[in-house]
């Protein structure tokens, strides 16, 4: 009788927030048991697995230098090209989403930690939770239940049609949070807008895949700094070319992936320029400064992987199937970025691209991640 009450419970919550939900996402409630929290909690979620993921996996590509890369040219042998856009190709963390093709091992690795990290609120509510860990939290199940669905399609290269529509992978109610259906776009634009004041830090934790968004981290949000996270990454995306850029006296660019979020500007114009005015830096805040119209146009919808959609240029790629055994036990990013090259052979293209991308990091020099010399790491007896 027991496991009926709750199963009736679990189905009106169901039934509810199914209604709700169907409405704009603007304009729905948030589940009741996302509502509270408690403040006064020293509570904190473990995110270890989600930690050894993203560290093995994620390259951290530093600040924007606002340059663009240099023109491809066409791989020996053929007439195909590089189909990049210059100005952003050499921007944004990117993620080794080759190492999940083809290897369902390394799939339910990551499935395992989606499936666990959307399980928590059973074991505890969240209103058992400070207000900042809920955040974090929300946060990390958007981010891994998108590198979820996205490899699921890998290796699509452009996600257009995978991200915009009531078809796509952020409307589509892929998960159950303590008995109730949601989407990604159920967390962004109900519980995260209306649990945190609308506020347009939040939208710089949200990874979507692609470059033309905010980038992925190589660490799991925690409560403690999601703030001083959230305002890194903003830095990071509104300065940088696929944020913004300054056309002319009467008209600044921006990225795309602020009108598809306006619901965290009420007036666009006015709300949009005062956030990025905040962050902005060097001549766009001027060109900012005196422009009349903000112009959402730029566009980067190609997947963050490193190469493998560039596979016909690249040649043949092995992926490792112990890569994600690795990443499960904390294993050096290094030797994951040193298999991952031995097992390839590069075109030119593809080399000049690779190579692009470690002259920006050496320059930018965090110290997360080493990237050995491209074509020349050996490969180690276990690999």
Same mark, same amino acid.
């Given at each position: 009788m027991k496991n009926k009450h709750i199963f009736s419970l679990v189905f009106i919550?169901?039934?509810?927030?199914?209604?709700?939900?169907?409405?704009?996402?603007?304009?729905?409630?948030?589940?009741?048991? /996302?509502?509270?929290?408690?403040?006064?909690?020293?509570?904190?979620?473990?995110?270890?697995?989600?930690n050894s993921l993203l560290d093995a996996l994620v390259l951290n590509m530093g600040r924007s230098d606002r340059k663009k890369a240099s023109p491809q040219k066409s791989a020996t042998g053929t007439r195909m090209k590089f189909s990049v856009n210059r100005a952003t190709v050499n921007e944004g963390n990117r993620f080794y989403?080759?190492?999940?093709?083809?290897?369902?091992?390394?799939?339910?690795?990551?499935?395992?930690?989606?499936n666990r990290l959307e399980g928590i609120p059973f074991i505890?509510?969240?209103?058992?939770? &400070?207000?900042?860990? $809920?955040?974090?939290?929300?946060?990390?199940?958007?981010?891994?239940?998108v590198l979820d669905e996205i490899v699921k399609i890998y290796p699509q290269r452009k996600l257009e049609d995978h991200l915009v529509g009531k078809d796509s992978i952020l409307a589509a109610k892929t998960l159950v949070v303590a008995g109730f259906p949601l989407s990604?776009?159920?967390?962004? /634009?109900?519980?995260?807008?209306?649990?945190?004041?609308?506020?347009?830090?939040?939208?710089?934790?949200?990874y979507q895949g692609i470059i033309g968004g905010p980038s992925i981290r190589k660490t799991a949000y925690t409560g403690k700094y999601v703030y001083g996270d959230l305002i890194e990454n903003a830095m990071e995306f509104i300065?940088?070319?696929?944020?913004?850029?300054?056309? &002319? &006296?009467?008209?600044?660019?921006?990225?795309?992936?602020? $009108?598809?979020?306006?619901? /965290?500007?009420?007036? /666009?114009?006015?709300?949009?320029?005062?956030?990025?005015?905040?962050?902005?830096?060097?001549?766009?805040?001027?060109?900012?400064?005196?422009?009349?119209?903000?112009?959402?146009?730029?566009?980067?919808?190609?997947?963050?992987?490193?190469?493998?959609?560039? =596979?016909?240029?690249?040649?043949?790629?092995?992926?490792?199937?112990?890569?994600?055994?690795?990443?499960?036990?904390?294993?050096?990013?290094?030797?994951?970025?040193? =298999?991952?090259?031995a097992a390839s052979r590069y075109s030119p293209a593809v080399m000049a691209h690779l190579q692009e991308l470690k002259r920006k990091q050496e320059e930018e020099r965090t110290g997360t991640v080493t990237i050995e010399e491209m074509g020349q790491a050996d490969v180690e007896p276990d690999g």
């Amino acid at each position: 009788m027991k496991n009926k009450h709750i199963f009736s419970l679990v189905f009106i919550a169901i039934t509810v927030f199914s209604v709700s939900a169907g409405a704009s996402v603007e304009n729905s409630t948030v589940p009741e048991p /996302f509502q509270r929290f408690d403040d006064t909690s020293d509570r904190v979620i473990d995110y270890t697995d989600l930690n050894s993921l993203l560290d093995a996996l994620v390259l951290n590509m530093g600040r924007s230098d606002r340059k663009k890369a240099s023109p491809q040219k066409s791989a020996t042998g053929t007439r195909m090209k590089f189909s990049v856009n210059r100005a952003t190709v050499n921007e944004g963390n990117r993620f080794y989403y080759e190492v999940f093709e083809d290897n369902e091992k390394n799939r339910q690795t990551l499935r395992r930690i989606r499936n666990r990290l959307e399980g928590i609120p059973f074991i505890t509510p969240l209103e058992k939770y &400070s207000r900042d860990e $809920q955040l974090a939290y929300w946060l990390n199940l958007y981010n891994v239940t998108v590198l979820d669905e996205i490899v699921k399609i890998y290796p699509q290269r452009k996600l257009e049609d995978h991200l915009v529509g009531k078809d796509s992978i952020l409307a589509a109610k892929t998960l159950v949070v303590a008995g109730f259906p949601l989407s990604l776009n159920d967390i962004e /634009f109900t519980i995260l807008k209306q649990n945190y004041n609308g506020n347009p830090l939040i939208l710089y934790g949200l990874y979507q895949g692609i470059i033309g968004g905010p980038s992925i981290r190589k660490t799991a949000y925690t409560g403690k700094y999601v703030y001083g996270d959230l305002i890194e990454n903003a830095m990071e995306f509104i300065n940088s070319n696929r944020g913004t850029e300054g056309k &002319s &006296s009467k008209v600044f660019r921006v990225s795309s992936f602020y $009108q598809r979020n306006s619901a /965290f500007f009420s007036d /666009f114009q006015q709300d949009l320029r005062e956030h990025l005015l905040t962050y902005l830096e060097g001549e766009e805040l001027d060109e900012l400064k005196t422009a009349r119209t903000l112009k959402a146009d730029i566009n980067d919808w190609t997947v963050t992987d490193l190469y493998g959609t560039n =596979r016909d240029l690249a040649g043949s790629f092995g992926t490792n199937n112990a890569a994600l055994a690795g990443a499960a036990s904390g294993e050096n990013s290094s030797r994951l970025t040193s =298999r991952a090259a031995a097992a390839s052979r590069y075109s030119p293209a593809v080399m000049a691209h690779l190579q692009e991308l470690k002259r920006k990091q050496e320059e930018e020099r965090t110290g997360t991640v080493t990237i050995e010399e491209m074509g020349q790491a050996d490969v180690e007896p276990d690999g």
